[in-house]
């Protein structure tokens, strides 16, 4: 039954001796770390899931039985080169007051992280379009007063008006500047 249990947990959990080898998993820890369960069993955690510097500080600690964070998140990089964000929580496992262990729960935050980037990612869109926007409407206002004082000057040839041409020259000038 508590095999059962394990197994089906939604999060990674992992038992590890007292000096970081993995003893046992279940089933959603073999996923995230794209390894079969008997391939886990053995190995150290940095082997299992990464070489990433700031994941293997953590995992190094856990190895040598030194607190770490309550709480930690980090990314970790698999055989075939993909990664995945994990939070992961951590207890010490003491028999007759001696650390004998470590019980680990990580909880797989990649599609979380990922919707968080496309999210940040739409928001520099979004401002991105706001400052395009204001650019947009900066130039043409300049734009349209000169077409329009090009347009008068026209009239004045067509009608032969040379005189208030300067006029309309000074306001394309002034509008270009």
């Not at 019980?103 to 919707?115: N, S």
């Not at 026209?154 to 000074?170: T, V």
Request: proline share 2%.
């Amino acid at each position: 039954r508590f095999r059962l249990a394990v197994d089906h947990a939604t999060d990674a959990i992992i038992y590890l001796d007292e000096k970081g080898v993995i003893r046992w998993t279940n089933q959603r820890a073999a996923v995230i770390a794209d390894r079969a369960i008997e391939e886990l069993a053995g190995c150290t955690l940095m082997e299992a899931f990464s070489n990433q510097p700031t994941a293997k500080a953590h995992l190094a600690s856990i190895g040598l039985g030194r607190p770490v964070p309550a709480l930690m998140e980090f990314e970790v990089f698999l055989r075939d080169g993909t990664s995945r964000w994990l939070e992961v929580t951590g207890t010490q496992v003491k028999k007759d007051e001696q650390v004998v262990g470590w019980l680990l729960v990580a909880h797989d935050r990649t599609e979380r992280k990922q919707i968080e980037q496309r999210l940040r990612q739409s928001e520099k869109r979004a401002s991105l379009g706001m400052l395009l926007d204001g650019i947009a409407h900066e130039i043409n206002n300049p734009l349209f007063m000169i077409s329009g004082n090009v347009q008068l000057a026209r009239e004045e040839i067509k009608q032969g008006r040379y005189e208030s041409l300067d006029e309309e020259l000074a306001g394309i000038q002034a509008a270009a500047q």
